[in-house]
């Protein structure tokens, strides 16, 4: 039978020699309910009921990026997000508007199969790849915010 995403959770702790402890499940089930990637502040303020030590959530963000359990992600620009990768979270990479910083998720987007084939063609070994594609997104292309595209 498959595990499911908190037993692999648990499971990548213990394999990574990282306790399992209850501020660490917390932050896990906050990360698996959004599907967009949330800086230390906003889990921060997700937790506050909770008697989570915001040292504590700082803390523990490096060390779950360094499991390979989140990955950090760019938020508006200037700040840094945390989402969970795969198998916790299905793979997706993301359009990064750059008039308004928003984030959204390009699921599906076939980067995959370009990225095995540039691996292939030198010859390296991919375990890994996220993509932030810039641009502007619908509402700041709808009111007109933004400059030109440049010529790629």
């Known amino acids: ?8 959770f648990r499971e990548a702790l213990r394999s990574n020699g990282l306790r399992v402890t209850p501020n ?10 959004h599907s967009e990637p949330l800086t230390a502040p906003q889990l921060v303020g997700l937790l506050a009921g909770e008697g989570l030590n915001p040292a504590t959530v700082y803390r523990m963000m490096p060390e779950l990026t360094q499991a390979g359990i989140v990955h950090p992600v760019m938020v508006g620009h200037e700040h840094i997000g945390y989402e969970l990768v795969s198998p ?8 990064v508007c750059e008039a308004c910083g928003r984030t959204f998720d390009l699921a ?3 980067l995959e199969d370009a990225v095995v084939r540039l691996a292939e063609r030198n010859g390296f070994r991919v375990t890994a790849h996220h993509a ?3 641009g502007l997104c619908p509402d700041c ?5 933004g400059a030109e595209p440049p010529k790629v």
């Open 88 to 95: 916790y979270r299905p793979h997706h990479d993301h359009f």
């Open 108 to 110: 599906e987007c076939g």
């Open 132 to 134: 932030e594609l810039h």
């Open 1 to 8: 039978m498959a595990k499911g995403p908190e037993a692999a």
């Open 141 to 145: 292309q709808r009111i007109g915010v």
């Open 24 to 33: 660490r499940l917390r932050v896990f089930r906050v990360l698996a309910r």
